[in-house]
């Protein structure tokens, strides 16, 4: 080869290598939703309805959580869906009477910036494995059906991230592994699940109104 058909060579592979770091670039800082679960401290559940009178804390008892899911990322969530293991969550939303009306399993429309309207209220269940409350959604563009998940265990809500911890290389590619396995086991779950018997029960119920 001459020259000239070097220096021509080498200057394609120099485009091609910025085109691609460009490339890479702009889908490393695409805009992503962050799930954030905002939970309401006991002293402050006074301002909300009696959740004693809830048919499911007639079978689970008190409720040991209760707060809201919010998207506090730059990129947006939609076809969010609620997830659960080792406690029983339901979306919950306030009637005008001031009185719960149970959403279901899920069902979000689109996780805003803003608290939403629903409240996601937790049980107990003892000896159930791992709790947690999880979120599935969809990204922007939705045609492209990309979806995501975060499983968020329930002794760190209430308890948020330091920023120097949240800021820590291995720290995100851990929470990243963790999520992408708990990912696939949301998309492949075990049928005698606990979690899947429950939504099965609300799935039938709905349907009966």
Not at 16 to 38: G, M, N, T
Not at 42 to 55: A, R, V
Request: net charge neutral.
């Amino acid at each position: 080869m001459e020259l000239k058909e070097w220096a021509t060579l080498a200057i394609s592979l120099v485009a091609l290598s910025i085109s691609v770091v460009v490339d890479w670039r702009q889908w490393r800082w695409r805009p992503q939703a962050e799930i954030f679960f905002k939970h309401i401290p006991n002293g402050d559940n006074k301002t909300l309805p009696n959740c004693s009178l809830l048919k499911e804390s007639r079978k689970f008892g008190e409720p040991m959580l209760i707060g809201y899911i919010m998207n506090c990322g730059d990129g947006e969530a939609y076809l969010a869906d609620l997830d659960f293991g080792g406690c029983v969550a339901a979306l919950y939303e306030l009637r005008r009477g001031n009185d719960w009306s149970l959403v279901g399993y899920g069902e979000a429309a689109k996780i805003t910036h803003e608290p939403l309207k629903q409240f996601v209220v937790v049980w107990d269940l003892p000896h159930q494995g791992e709790q947690f409350v999880g979120v599935h959604w969809t990204e922007q563009p939705t045609r492209l059906h990309r979806c995501r998940y975060k499983r968020l265990p329930l002794q760190e809500i209430p308890k948020p991230v330091e920023h120097s911890r949240s800021r820590s290389r291995r720290y995100r590619l851990l929470e990243s592994l963790k999520n992408a396995h708990a990912h696939a086991i949301y998309h492949n779950p075990p049928k005698d699940g606990y979690s899947q018997i429950i939504a099965e029960e609300w799935s039938q119920e709905a349907r009966q109104v």
